[in-house]
């Protein structure tokens, strides 16, 4: 059974940080590209930055460069998303998504979603 599981939301002041989690199980994570996307209330689902399968990333959002890291460890199916310095405008349900081979900005091109993580960033 193909799985990927957020984890590590929660409540964060601003300027804190919080390291997400997306563990991947049921499919050879290698093979695939990981995204993590972030749908906020009332707003569309957007890309936030993506992994390739060999470890190169790509933002998708330039307000999270210098802040958000993205990593992947293979060997234990997981991929990170480091995020610092948030910010209140941050708050939102925080998606993984993996695409066979290449990343895309567009969720829709995903073929496995995760149920997501909330963040929500507040003094």
């Known amino acids: 059974q193909v799985q990927l599981v957020e984890s590590g939301g929660g409540l964060v002041q601003p300027g804190g940080s919080l390291r997400l989690f997306c563990a991947a199980s049921?499919?050879?994570?290698?093979?695939?590209?990981i995204g993590w996307f972030r749908q906020a209330p009332g707003k569309e689902r957007e890309g936030v930055l993506c992994?390739?399968?060999?470890?190169?990333?790509?933002y998708y959002t330039d307000s999270v460069k210098g802040r958000f890291t993205i990593s992947r460890d293979n060997a234990k199916n997981t991929v990170y998303l480091q995020m610092n310095n948030l910010k209140p405008e941050e708050t939102a349900v925080y998606y993984c998504?993996?695409?066979?081979?290449?990343?895309?900005?567009?969720?829709?091109?995903?073929?496995?979603w995760g149920q997501g993580t909330q963040v929500t960033v507040s003094s």
């Open positions: 992994i390739a399968r060999r470890g190169s990333s790509t």
């Open positions: 049921g499919f050879t994570l290698n093979d695939y590209a």
């Open positions: 998504a993996a695409r066979y081979m290449l990343c895309s900005y567009s969720y829709t091109d995903s073929d496995y």
